[in-house]
Every structure is written in C-alpha cells, then in structure tokens.
C-alpha cells in the first residue's frame, strides 16, 4: 500500500494483503497499519488498484470498512474480484472502471493508466501527475512479447512518459535479482502438455485461484487430451465463474463440470483444479495430503503445483510435497519442470525500462529487502544519481520537490494481524506467547498458600500440557518457588497477582536455566 499525498489530498495505490510465516501462528492475513491516515480518510480521493491479486487488493474490505465511499479506481477483472470479495463484507463499492490509455482526474491527482503484462489480466501501471511532478507506478509487471491474451507491456507509452519527465519512478522488484528475461508463458505450453499426455489417472492442479493464464493453460492441455475439469475450493470456483463471464477465460463448451460427475469417470479422463499451491493449510491440497478432503489422492496419481514458492512459505509446501508422495502421487512442480514461470520482471526487462523511461528519481518497491537493493543497483547502473535512488522501508515519507526525491520521516506501519474476525487485536507478544506454547508446551502452577506467611500450606502442584517431565522435573522448581517467595515476604509483597507472577518467574528461570526449556508458565494462587 503507497500513498501519496497533494494539495492536502490523499491518493492510495493498492491496498493487499501480506500472508503469515509459520513464526506467526493462528494469523490468517497481514494488513496494511491505516494508523497514519484514519485520523484523514476524507481526504483520501480515491484508491487505484494495479491489478487483481490478493497481495494488492485483500486490504481493500478492511479500510472500506473505515470509509465506504472511497472511489475504487481498476480494470474490469480486477473490480470484478474485489467486488467479489466485498460482497462477502456486504461492501457495494464505487467502482470506477479504467482501460489502459484512460486518464482521468481525481482531486490535484492526474492519473494516466498504461497496459502491463503479469500472471493476471489486466494489469495497469498509473502515471501521476501533480504539480510536484510526474510519478509512473509499475505495478507487478513483466515484458512478455508473446503473453496468452497478446496483451503486452506498452513500451511506447513508457517511453511518452520517459519523454515527458519521469521525476519518480516506484519499479517492481520482486525478480531484480534474476539475471536476463522472464520466460514467456507460452514457453510452459510443452511441459504442462507433457503431463496431460503421461499422466496415468486423474491429474490434481494447485494453483492460485486469480491465476487466469495459468488456468487457461491447463483448460486447453485438459481439452486436447480429452479429460474434463472441476474446479475445487470456493475461491477458484468463484474466481474462474468470473473469468470466464468477462471473456477472460476460455472454456470449451462441456470442459468445465460439477465435481460430482467426474466421480463416475475413469480416472484418466479426470482434471481437478484447487487452490493450495503455497501450503496454506485450510487450502484443498493440503487437506488432501493429510488425508482430510473428500478428494483421496492414491497410487498413479499425477499433482501439478503451478505457482511459484512465496519466500517463507518453503517449508510448508515442501512438507506437502512429500506427504503427497508418500500417498503415491506424482509431484511435478517447478522445481523438477518448466511448469510456473514468474510474473515479474527480470534483470534484464528492469535495466530495458530504465533505459526507456530515464527517471530522475527511483523507489523500488514490491519484494524483500535484498529484491528492492538489487534493483536500486540497477537503475544505477543505468546512470540514475545513486543519491537519487531511494530504498523505502515500511512507513518510511518521501518528499519530491523541485524535481528531488529525498527521505523526510517516518509514519507508524506496524504489521495488523487478522485472527478470526478480529483485526490488530494480536500483537507481537501474543505471537511470542503462541510460539512459547507450540515450542515448549505449557506447564500451571497450583499454589494453595497460608494466607499469614504466604507460602505453600502444601506441595505444590503443577499442571502441562505438551510438556514432556519425568518425576524429578519439577523438584528444584518447588524450592526455587519457595526461595522466591520468602523474598516476597520479606518485601511484604501481599497482592495476589504479584505472587502469581513471581512464582510463574521462577519456575520459568529454573526450566531455562536447569533444561534449556522455556513451557510458558502460567501460575494460580489459592488461598490457603
């Protein structure tokens, strides 16, 4: 999520969502911090949304809730998502569709969309123009010269735009570090076909549920070698019903049925489609590797993940893989075949649009540090001023004046966690909390104490939970607790959370210092 901020005005450029690691148990999504701005939503003139996927509009719903009426600024398939995904938050947004070439002007804010190629249609990058200068915004892109929908990366409008004066220019980083150029689509046609013509019995595709072209791929491989195709999970089907009433899904009359009849098919004649590719563990393919969706998967079995590994995700997926293995299934993924290829922009492709655009100033954004530093070495290669080329942390403000880009402050941009249908309730220390508890389980302390003195009227008892103990373990914790709380005495210390407190202190301290375990310890003070 960027803003940007004119005359008094604000302007917002996409609003996703991050998904959580394993060290952030229980979080179902990753909001954008609206701290620095709630205090100023009428001054927001509207949202512009890049393109269709989750990391770019899943945040929408949460800061609509804040302001219903913001204008939402898109191409069609990615309003057609996002009012998809509203629905389900009972949000009608204003939509204002845009087609690339559009201008149009919101507040002090030109905007000037120009066509860009990704792994999702319609995919737009936004020129902003204000009397500070102008800014061309990539969005997630890549220069695919033979994409499945023949919708290429404009170029030659980069290059009006580079003619005008590019004062800043925000760059996809995602894919800086590869050297050279994204293979094209097109490129996968052989190897996804590989597999519809080996594959023994059904085939099982993951995917990203917004990934139309990959989808397409498959419809067309599935049609060729004559199987049918279900669609799996609520959000592919929903997503790919979408696709195909816009045009930008081909599907051949009688492909694509319901999941019930393949049941009655031979099982070489059968093509699943779900979601699930990053491991995600409600997703369809990892309740059928661990053997709890209606879907079996068993001996013959052919599951073709076609997305790419979301950094942090690794261990997840690969977990899947080998559980899927261990089931009897053949595993085709990107890593043993040309089956994903990456919908960002390479090395080359950057240095190419660079050459093209010749910006004053350069932010690169999208991707991990180490993505937005490559870039940054980039674009100076290209002659951009390295002190013109900025890396941007998260709530990092950015002052263009006079043609200049420079660092001015900082905002707060913390990460809001979502955990059920509570939003910024969990913080970092109820993440520590819930490591503490998966790592080393959890062990209570029952003290019944004399009311008079304050220590134990008897042994004291404690309670676990995914804690492994002999009879011994908890001998040296007693005297340890009993130590502390002669020292409590002594301080007079009388109110009950703070005994509890100290007796859960010293029992954590023995735990570490006598077995290098830390069980998050929870105490319970009785009297006596």
Known sequence: ??????????????????????????????????????????????????????????GVPYLLKERADIPVIGSELTLAFLTSKLKEHRITPKAVHVEAGDVRQMGPFGLEFVAVNHSIPDGLAVAIRTDAGLVLHTGDFKMDQFPLDNRITDLRHFARLGEE???????DSTNAEVPGFTMSERDLIPAIDQVFATAPRRIIVSSFASHVHRIQQVLDSAHAHGRKVAFVGRSMVKNMGI??????????????????????MPDNKVTLVC????????????????????????DGDTVLLASSLIPGNENAIYGIINKLTDLGANVVHKGNAKVHVSGHASAGELVYCYNIVRPSNVL??????????????????????PDQVIIGRDGVTIDL????????????AELVYVDGQMVGAATEETLQERRLLREGGVVTVL????????????PLEFLTRGFVYDDRTFDGASAEVVKALTRAAEQKVNDLKRLESIIANAVSRYMQRT????????????DA
């Open 515 to 526: 077995y290098r375990r830390e069980p998050a310890v929870i105490a319970i003070v009785v």
């Open 447 to 458: 003290a019944l104490l004399d009311p008079d003195t304050n220590m134990p009227a008897e």
């Open 243 to 264: 696709a195909r009433d816009l045009g930008y899904l081909n599907i051949p009359r009688g492909l694509v049925v319901d999941f019930k009849k393949l049941e009655s």
């Open 275 to 298: 979601t699930g590719s990053q491991g995600e563990p409600l997703a369809a393919l990892a309740r059928m590797a661990n053997g709890d969706h209606q879907i079996r998967i068993g």
């Open 401 to 412: 004046i006079d043609g200049r880009a420079k660092v001015s402050g900082k905002v707060q």
């Open 364 to 385: 690169p954004v999208h991707g991990e540090s180490k993505h937005l530093h490559a870039n940054a070495e980039l674009a100076i290669r290209t002659g951009v001023d």
């Open 165 to 171: 004066g590019v004062d800043l220019f925000l760059t």
């Open 1 to 58: 999520m960027t803003v940007f901020e004119n005359a008094g005005k604000l302007l917002i450029v996409d609003c996703g969502v991050l998904f959580p690691e394993e060290n952030q148990p229980g979080i179902d999504v990753i909001l954008p911090d609206f701290s620095s701005i709630r205090d100023r939503l009428s001054d927001v003139v509207a949202i512009v949304l890049t393109h269709g996927h989750e990391d770019h509009i899943g």
